[in-house]
């Protein structure tokens, strides 16, 4: 079992910051930050697996940076020059299996917190 417990959401005008915090009970092979906007499906926005390997969605490369901070037992999202369209409910999520090309695929991933809100006006 891993819990979850994301924290960090809010409202922001576009090309602001906001850091996501995502407190595990532990951490898994696979971790992540999913994002699901309103009448959309859920998609993945940044993953984290084995030690150090990250990878990004295509539209949040060079503005999102995923991290996990060991003494603490966070996953952390550091989300910069927002956008309207980063607006979503946030989720991070866990996996203890080797994913391989699948870390983006929301279904592959067992555990998930409850999700925090992220709001960007224009």
């Known amino acids: ?3 979850l417990v994301e924290s ?15 407190s595990v009970s532990r ?11 309103p009448g959309e499906g859920r998609e993945g926005v940044a993953i984290i697996a084995s030690r150090a390997y990250t990878d990004y969605a295509d539209s ?10 060991i ?8 989300m910069d020059s927002l956008k309207p369209e980063d607006t979503a409910m946030y989720y991070c999520a866990a996996s203890d299996d080797w994913l391989g090309s699948s870390l983006f ?18």
């Not at 949040?60 to 995923?66: P, S, W």
């Not at 695929?105 to 224009?122: C, D, E, L, M, N």
């Open 60 to 69: 949040v490369k060079g503005r999102f940076t995923i991290s996990k901070d």
């Open 27 to 37: 951490f898994a092979y696979a971790m992540g930050w999913f994002r699901q906007p």
């Open 105 to 122: 695929i929301p279904a592959k991933y067992k555990y998930w917190g409850q999700g925090t809100q992220v709001t960007v006006s224009s």
């Open 8 to 22: 960090g959401g809010g409202s922001v005008q576009a090309g602001g910051s906001l850091r996501l915090s995502c």
């Open 71 to 78: 003494a603490k037992n966070t996953l952390d999202l550091q």
């Open 1 to 3: 079992q891993v819990q």
